[in-house]
Each structure stands twice: as C-alpha cells, then as structure tokens.
C-alpha cells in the first residue's frame, strides 16, 4: 500500500536553531501534502497545504516565514521550522493525498516529536 | 463552527464492554467522506474507515463497525467485546469535495481518548 515516510522521527534541537522535517511518498505521486501540528492531548491541527511546484497554502495563524515548506518534487515535501523557540514542540505530521486510492485517500507519515529546548 | 464534533473527551472501559464513539459533523456539501483514525500512542494515525456521504450502509469489521446517520449527521463507531490493545485516541474526521473530484482538506475532531483496563 501507499507509505509516506518522514523523518526524523524525534529531534531535540536548541532555541534559535532551524529543524528540517522530510516527508517522502515511497510508492506514488503526492501532488498535495497536508502538514499538522499536534499538541499533547490536542486534536491535529492543519498548518498548510502544499501542491507541487507552487506556494503553500497557510492557515490563518501560522506564520509563513516560521514554518517553510517545500514541496519541489512529486515525492518530497519538507518542513523546517525556523528560529525555533520552546513553544514550537509538538508532534508534526504530514499527510499525502493519493488520488489512485479509493478506499483510503489520506497517507499520513509516522510524525515527529520536536523539542526545542 | 466546528466541523467535526466529538463530545467524548475520555472513556474508560474495561475489557470485553462495549464502547461507542460519538461523533458529529457539519457541512453544506452533499459529497463529503468521513474517516475514523486510531491513534495509539506512539503517534502514528491508523486508518480505520472511510465513508462516502452517498453511502449510508452501516459497515462492520470484526470487532470494529460504524453507524452512518446523515439525518442526524452522525458516524458513531462502536468497539464490542474492547480489549486493552483498543487504547488509543480516537480521531473522527471530514472531507469536503475540494476542485474537481479531488478531496479536499480533513477537519478533525478533538478526538478521544480510550482507555480499556484489564
């Protein structure tokens, strides 16, 4: 079946520092990756929305120039959190949507845990 | 307005008790889907269903089935005889028919929490 990949899993990174997250589509195209943040014991709140090769769409309150997202190929999109702070750990989440399945539609990638300490 | 809503915050259970989950949704949209995800807590989203707005059939699957009610826009999931591997966050969601005869975007609920003791 369709598996997103994404890494890293966890990362612990220093305040200030910038954190990369990679989302890889293994076996399809995923033309639209969707990006989540979770808070604990929070429900998955969407961040963006990213289509191939153009700008990602951002939800109200999430700062574009916070959390960059690229989606440059049909089988990548990353994430980096930039000057990350302490309130920015989470556990983040992507999510490709694969038009080929009919019963499924949404791949989600197993998350990372970021902390910023 | 919530799209998505789940009333149940946490359930306790214990084992072999039947459990159902609530969930209620909203949309103007006539083509819309419907999902359950379990989520342990390692974190990972597990797909559980995906239902059609034009589909009303109720759905069993082992231990696991779902009660479709578009008159009261409702999609409860109900667990019979629950066992502790059941624990997990419990996520019902929604999708609205985006461009064309893609889907769009999930609106989530706030989820709930199972707990099934020995």
């Known amino acids: 079946g369709a598996v997103v990949s994404q890494h890293p899993s966890w990362v612990i990174c220093k305040s200030g520092t910038s954190v990369k997250i990679e989302c890889r589509s293994l076996?399809?195209?995923?033309?639209?990756m969707f990006w989540y943040r979770q808070f604990p014991k929070q429900s998955l709140m969407l961040m963006a929305t990213?289509?191939?090769?153009?700008?990602?769409?951002?939800e109200q309150g999430v700062e574009k120039d916070k959390f960059l997202i690229n989606h440059a190929s049909l089988t990548l999109s990353t994430l980096t959190v930039t000057s990350a702070h302490p309130e920015d750990s989470s556990f983040y989440i992507c999510?490709?949507?694969?038009?080929?399945?009919?019963?499924?539609?949404?791949?989600f990638g197993s998350g990372t845990r970021l902390t910023v300490v | 307005a919530q799209k998505v809503t789940q009333a149940q915050t946490e359930i306790s259970v214990v084992e072999k008790e039947d459990v159902t989950l609530d969930c209620v949704y909203e949309?103007?949209?006539?083509?819309?889907?419907l999902f359950w995800y379990k989520q342990p807590p390692s974190g990972e989203l597990v797909f559980l269903i995906r239902?059609?707005?034009?589909?009303?059939q109720n759905e069993i699957s082992g231990r696991y089935s779902w009660n479709f009610q578009k008159s009261t826009s409702s999609f409860n999931f109900t667990i019979t005889a629950s066992q502790v591997v059941d624990s997990a966050v419990y996520f019902c969601?929604?999708?609205?028919?985006?461009?064309?005869?893609?889907?769009?975007?999930?609106?989530f609920g706030r989820g709930t929490q199972l707990t099934v003791w020995p």
């Open positions: 999510s490709a949507r694969d038009q080929r399945l009919a019963n499924y539609g949404y791949t």
């Open positions: 949309t103007r949209d006539t083509t819309y889907y």
């Open positions: 990213s289509n191939e090769g153009s700008k990602a769409t951002y």
């Open positions: 969601a929604l999708s609205e028919r985006g461009r064309g005869s893609t889907l769009g975007r999930l609106y």
């Open positions: 076996d399809f195209q995923a033309t639209t």
């Open positions: 239902r059609n707005s034009f589909d009303e």
